[in-house]
C-alpha cells in the first residue's frame, strides 16, 4: 500500500522543525512526503498601483504569485527537498496559490481530499498558556484538523 503525507510548510522555523517529524512518519511508513505551501491571495491596491483596469490587475496579480512560487520551489529544493532525499525518503515541493474565497486551511483541506492523502502532519504554535486547550490551536491548523476526512497530527513546538 502506498502511503502519502501532506505536511503544510509556512517557510517558518517551527515548520522546519515539524519536517523533522514528518520524516519520521515517512520513514516509519515507507511515505511519499509531499512538502504543501500555500501562497495567499496576492491583494493589490488597484486605485493606487494600476487604476481599474481588472486586466492589468489579474496579470499583476499572476505575476507576483509566480514569482513567489518560483522564489519557495527554489528555497524548499535547497533547504529541504535535497536533504530528505539523501535520507531515502521521497519528497516533493507542492505549490498552491490562494485565492480571495477559500482560506489556507481551505486549500489544504481541498488538495488533501483531490491527492487522496493519508495523513497531514502540521506544526501549530502554542499560544498563551491562559488561553483554553480548545483556543490554543492556531487557526489554519485549527481549520485543517477539525475538517479533514484523513487523520491529521499537530506538532506542537
Request: net charge positive.
Amino acid at each position: 500500500m502506498h502511503m502519502t503525507i501532506a505536511k503544510p510548510h509556512d517557510g517558518t522555523e517551527m515548520s522546519d522543525r515539524a519536517v523533522d517529524k514528518a520524516k519520521e512518519f515517512a520513514k516509519a511508513f515507507d511515505a511519499e512526503l509531499l512538502i504543501l505551501h500555500v501562497i495567499e491571495h496576492v491583494p493589490i491596491p488597484p486605485s493606487y498601483i494600476l487604476g481599474n483596469e481588472r486586466v492589468w490587475i489579474d496579470r499583476t496579480r499572476r505575476s507576483i504569485s509566480r514569482k513567489l512560487e518560483e522564489a519557495w520551489m527554489k528555497m524548499v529544493q535547497e533547504k529541504l527537498i535535497n536533504r530528505l532525499t539523501k535520507e531515502n525518503i521521497k519528497a516533493t515541493p507542492r505549490v498552491l496559490v490562494g485565492n480571495t474565497i477559500n482560506s489556507i486551511s481551505d486549500q489544504i483541506l481541498k488538495f488533501a481530499k483531490d491527492n487522496q492523502i493519508d495523513l497531514i502532519i502540521m506544526s501549530s504554535e502554542r499560544l498563551e498558556k491562559r488561553i483554553s486547550k480548545v483556543n490554543a490551536i492556531g487557526s489554519v491548523s485549527r481549520g485543517v484538523s477539525e475538517r479533514a476526512s484523513c487523520p491529521v497530527v499537530l506538532i506542537h513546538q
